[in-house]
């Protein structure tokens, strides 16, 4: 399981070079057809610092409810078919096998979870190493020049949904995995945002002012980069002044 970061091939470290090139086999979970780029850019990371040859086995990655009356157990049964689908792929092949995760395998990702489903089951058995990488967290405050967090305080990560649920605490916020837009549920003139989105690739595009400020322009790029590519991944970093 390798971490490969948010997109930009010069930011997979050389320990996650040194597992590509160990790989005969990549697992590569589909999105369908409008996130056809999400697999151009893990191609065009191989492309660059793959040295032998290697095959790619496409997998399909089951559907689920994206507004489930009771997510925990919505996503629990869509890992439970997730594993089951690794598993089966992973049955006709030999030899060793690779994921390539975005960002980093133990932040909100779920590829870990699954590899240990199949092997829960008892129908085969293997060995797996984690190689770490950069987060898209990091990519942002990179790209913005900020540091995540106050002095001496906490960064809380965290995600769209619960974000609308708990609202913005004292200390900073990172925000990943929002579809929705939950920043436009904050209020307060002191609450400065810095957003990106496809950090480290071409349509790489950065935001950051007041929120009352900018938070129209956010939503209506966002809504412009999804449309024009079927697909997007954005975060941003929340903080109150003062």
């Keep these: 399981m390798i971490g490969i970061g948010a997109g930009d091939p010069d930011q997979v470290t050389v320990q996650a070079i040194k597992a590509m090139r160990q790989v005969e086999t990549f697992f590569v979970i589909g999105k369908g057809e409008t996130k056809h780029g999400l697999v151009a850019v893990r191609t065009a990371i191989l492309d660059q610092h793959m040295d032998r040859p290697y095959r790619i086995v496409s997998i399909t990655d089951p559907p689920r409810d994206r507004t489930p009356a009771d997510y925990v157990d919505?996503?629990?049964?869509?890992?439970?078919?997730?594993?089951?689908?690794?598993?089966?792929?992973?049955?006709?092949v030999t030899g060793v096998g690779g994921i390539l995760v975005w960002g980093d395998p133990?932040?909100?990702?779920?590829?870990?979870?699954?590899?240990?489903r199949v092997l829960d089951r008892r129908a085969m058995h293997f060995d797996?190493?984690?190689?770490?990488?950069?987060?898209?967290?990091?990519?942002?405050?990179?790209?913005?020049?900020?540091?995540?967090?106050?002095?001496?305080?906490?960064?809380?990560?965290?995600?769209?949904r619960r974000l609308r649920a708990e609202g913005l605490g004292a200390h900073s916020t990172?925000?990943?995995?929002?579809?929705?837009?939950?920043?436009?549920?904050?209020?307060?003139d002191d609450v400065h945002i810095w957003w990106g989105a496809y950090l480290g690739m071409p349509d790489e595009t950065?935001?950051?002012?007041?929120?009352?400020?900018?938070?129209?322009?956010?939503v209506r790029r966002r809504a412009e980069l999804r449309?024009?590519?079927g697909w997007i991944m954005d975060?941003?970093?929340?903080?109150?002044?003062?």
């Design 174 to 188: 990172v925000v990943m995995l929002d579809g929705e837009c939950s920043f436009t549920a904050i209020s307060g």
């Design 128 to 160: 797996y190493e984690v190689i770490p990488g950069v987060t898209s967290a990091q990519a942002l405050a990179a790209r913005h020049r900020v540091v995540l967090h106050g002095v001496g305080e906490p960064v809380h990560v965290t995600t769209g």
């Design 235 to 242: 975060i941003y970093l929340l903080r109150r002044r003062g």
């Design 227 to 229: 449309d024009r590519n």
């Design 106 to 116: 133990a932040l909100y990702d779920s590829t870990l979870r699954m590899i240990q």
């Design 206 to 218: 950065l935001i950051e002012g007041p929120l009352p400020a900018v938070c129209d322009q956010i």
């Design 74 to 92: 919505t996503v629990a049964g869509w890992h439970d078919r997730r594993s089951a689908v690794l598993e089966s792929a992973f049955a006709g």
